[in-house]
C-alpha cells in the first residue's frame, strides 16, 4: 500500500508553500499533472499585495478588498490575510525571493483598486522568482518526495471522510492513502475560449472535490483582467495591470480614452469595471493599451518581460499602442474551506485559487491571489496532526468506458465557446439556462475512453463549466464579475 502522511496535488505557490511548512510533521508527497514549474504562479506577473509603507496601514488595504469585492467578502478572512501580509513577504524574502527594491526599499507598485502603492514584485516575472525559489526549497528538503507527470484524478473518500487520493502515473492507475490530502491545483481558465491561464488550469480540482461532496462557492464570480494581449489566432498573453498603474491608458478604435465615462478611478478602476468597459467599447471596434507616451528606457526597465514577449510577437511597447481585450482570468469562489484551509469533508483541505476563503468576495482585488495563496497555506500546521493510518476501506481503481461519445477535442471546444458567449461578461438568463442544458448533455454522454490526461481534462472542464452555470442562474442580480441582464 503506498501511504504519506500529507499528499498535495499541485506544484505552485500554495502546494509549495503548504509542503514546505509541513515537512517536519511527516512525510509529504507532492503530486503535479505537468512539470514542477508548469503553474499559473509562474506567470503571475504583478505582484503580491501587502502593507508595507509607513504611510499605508491595514484598514486601507481592508477598505481596497471590500471596495474591489462589493462587499461580498467574508470579513474574518480578509482581515486574517491582510494581517499576515507583511509577515509573509518577510517569508518569501528569507527563503531567496529578491524582491525589486530601491536604495534598501521595496519598490511598491500601484494596480487597479488599490489606494496605496503597496504591490511587492520582482520586475514583471514576480510569479515566475517565487516559484523557483520554492521548487529549490522544496527540492532541497528530504521529506518531501515530489512526483511529476502525476494526474489527479479522483479523492478516495467514504463517509465523508477523505482517505487519500486516486491518480494516473505512467499510464496506469493507483490509489495512495494519507492522513490529508491538500488540494493545490489552482484554476480554470481553460473552461473559457479565451483566458490567461496557462494549460494546467482546467478546474481539476474543483470538479474533483465536487465529485467526491465538498461544497462549493461563489462560483459564479468568474474575473475577467481587461488586458490581455488580443491578436487574431494568437494565444493569449497578458498584459499586466502594473502597466496602467504606470499610466498606461486605455483608447478605443478612434484612439480616444474611454474610461472617465465609466468610473471617476478611469484605468485603475477595480478590474470588473475596466473589463465590462472594454467589452461595451470593442463592440464599436478595437481596443487598445497605449503607455508609448513615458520615457522607453523606463518602461524596458520595468517591464523587461512583457516589452520581449511583445517584440517577439512583432509589437514595441515603447512606440505603439498593444490591441487588447479581456480574457478569462480568476476564479474568486472555489471549494468552501475556513481558515485553516478545511473543507467539509474530513482530511481534505484546498488552498489557492482553487478554495473559496471568501477573501475576494464578488471581485478580487489584484494582487491579492498570491497573497491568499501563500498566507492560508501557511495555516494548516495548525489544524493537521499526523495520525497513523491503520485500516483503509476498499476502493475501486478507475476504468474506462467505451463509448459513442464525442472526442475530447470537439467537447472542449464546445464548452468553451458556449462559456466565453454565454457564461462570460455579460449574462443573461435564457443564454444561462440553455447553456446549463447543453452542459447538462455532455455531461451525460462524455465518458473517459482511454486512460489519458485530456480524457480526464474534459470531464472536469465540463463539470466545472456546469457548477459556473448554476451558480450564475442562481443570482439573479448583477455583483462584482457576475453582470446579469
Ligand atoms: C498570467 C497570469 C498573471 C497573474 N498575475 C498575478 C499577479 O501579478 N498577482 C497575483 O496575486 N496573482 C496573479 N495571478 C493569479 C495567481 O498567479 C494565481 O491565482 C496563483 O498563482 C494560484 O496559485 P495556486 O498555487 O493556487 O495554483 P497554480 O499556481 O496554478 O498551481 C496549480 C498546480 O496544480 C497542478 N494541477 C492541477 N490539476 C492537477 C491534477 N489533476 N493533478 C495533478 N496536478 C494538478 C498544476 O499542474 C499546478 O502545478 C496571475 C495569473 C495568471 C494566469
Redesign the pocket.
Same mark, same amino acid.
Given at each position: 500500500m503506498n501511504k504519506y502522511d500529507f499528499i498535495i496535488?499541485?506544484?505552485?505557490?500554495?502546494?509549495l508553500n503548504f509542503a514546505l511548512n509541513i515537512a517536519n510533521k511527516g512525510r509529504v508527497l507532492v503530486?503535479?499533472?505537468?512539470k514542477i514549474i508548469?503553474?499559473?504562479?509562474n506567470?503571475?506577473?504583478?505582484?503580491?499585495a501587502a502593507v508595507l509603507d509607513k504611510l499605508d496601514n491595514f484598514n486601507k488595504h481592508i477598505k481596497d478588498t471590500f471596495v474591489a469585492g462589493s462587499y461580498h467578502n467574508n470579513k474574518k478572512a480578509v482581515n486574517f490575510m491582510i494581517k499576515k501580509g507583511p509577515k509573509l513577504i518577510d517569508r518569501l524574502l528569507n527563503l531567496g525571493v529578491k524582491f525589486s527594491n530601491e536604495q534598501n526599499k521595496l519598490q511598491l507598485a500601484k494596480e487597479g483598486g488599490h489606494s496605496m502603492r503597496r504591490i511587492a514584485h520582482v520586475g514583471d516575472r514576480?510569479?515566475h522568482s517565487i516559484e523557483k525559489v520554492l521548487i529549490s526549497n522544496v527540492q532541497k528538503n528530504k521529506n518531501i518526495t515530489i512526483w511529476e507527470n502525476? /494526474?489527479?484524478i479522483d479523492l478516495l473518500v467514504k463517509n465523508s471522510t477523505c482517505y487519500g487520493l486516486q491518480i494516473l502515473r505512467n499510464g496506469e492507475v493507483k490509489n495512495l492513502f494519507s492522513s490529508a490530502v491538500i488540494l493545490?491545483?489552482?484554476?480554470l481558465?481553460q473552461v473559457y475560449k479565451h483566458t490567461?491561464?496557462?494549460s494546467?488550469?482546467?478546474g481539476?480540482?474543483i470538479a474533483?472535490a465536487t465529485r467526491a461532496g465538498a461544497k462549493t462557492e461563489d462560483m459564479e464570480f468568474v474575473q475577467f483582467h481587461p488586458t490581455v494581449l488580443n491578436l487574431p489566432q494568437k494565444k493569449r498573453f497578458?498584459l499586466?495591470e502594473a502597466l496602467r498603474g504606470e499610466g498606461a491608458v486605455l483608447k478605443n478604435y478612434q484612439g480616444k480614452r474611454f474610461m472617465k465615462k465609466y468610473d471617476k478611478r478611469e484605468e485603475l478602476a477595480p478590474r470588473d469595471i475596466v473589463s465590462r468597459a472594454i467589452f461595451k467599447e470593442l463592440k464599436k471596434g478595437p481596443v487598445y493599451l497605449d503607455i508609448s507616451h513615458k520615457p522607453a528606457s523606463r518602461i524596458r526597465k520595468r517591464f523587461p518581460y512583457i516589452t520581449k514577449e511583445l517584440k517577439k510577437r512583432g509589437l514595441d511597447l515603447t512606440k505603439q499602442k498593444i490591441p487588447i481585450s479581456p480574457a478569462m482570468?480568476?476564479m474568486c469562489g472555489g471549494i468552501k474551506v475556513n481558515l485553516h484551509g478545511q473543507s467539509n469533508i474530513k482530511n481534505l483541505y484546498a /488552498?489557492?485559487?482553487?478554495a473559496c476563503t471568501g477573501v475576494h468576495g464578488a471581485n478580487r482585488l489584484a494582487?491579492?491571489?498570491?497573497?491568499e495563496?501563500i498566507v492560508f497555506s501557511n495555516q494548516i500546521i495548525k489544524s493537521v496532526e499526523v495520525k497513523k493510518i491503520s485500516t483503509v476501506p476498499k476502493f475501486k481503481k478507475f476504468k474506462p468506458k467505451k463509448c459513442k461519445c464525442p472526442s475530447s477535442k470537439y467537447v472542449k471546444s464546445v464548452v468553451k465557446k458556449v462559456m466565453w458567449d454565454n457564461v462570460g461578461i455579460v449574462r443573461n438568463v435564457d443564454d444561462l439556462k440553455k447553456t446549463l442544458e447543453k452542459l447538462k448533455k455532455l455531461d451525460e454522454k462524455y465518458k473517459v475512453q482511454i486512460l489519458n490526461q485530456t480524457d480526464f481534462e474534459t470531464r472536469n472542464i465540463i463539470q466545472t463549466a456546469l457548477l459556473i452555470t448554476k451558480a450564475a442562474l442562481k443570482r439573479k442580480k448583477s455583483l462584482g464579475c457576475h453582470f446579469i441582464i
Open positions: 496535488v499541485g506544484s505552485g505557490i500554495s502546494g503530486v503535479t499533472k505537468k508548469d503553474s499559473s504562479t506567470y503571475a506577473q504583478g505582484g503580491i514576480t510569479g502525476t /494526474f489527479a493545490a491545483t489552482g484554476g481558465g490567461s491561464n496557462p494546467i488550469s482546467t481539476d480540482g474533483i497578458l499586466s482570468h480568476y /488552498f489557492g485559487e482553487v494582487s491579492n491571489s498570491l497573497l495563496a
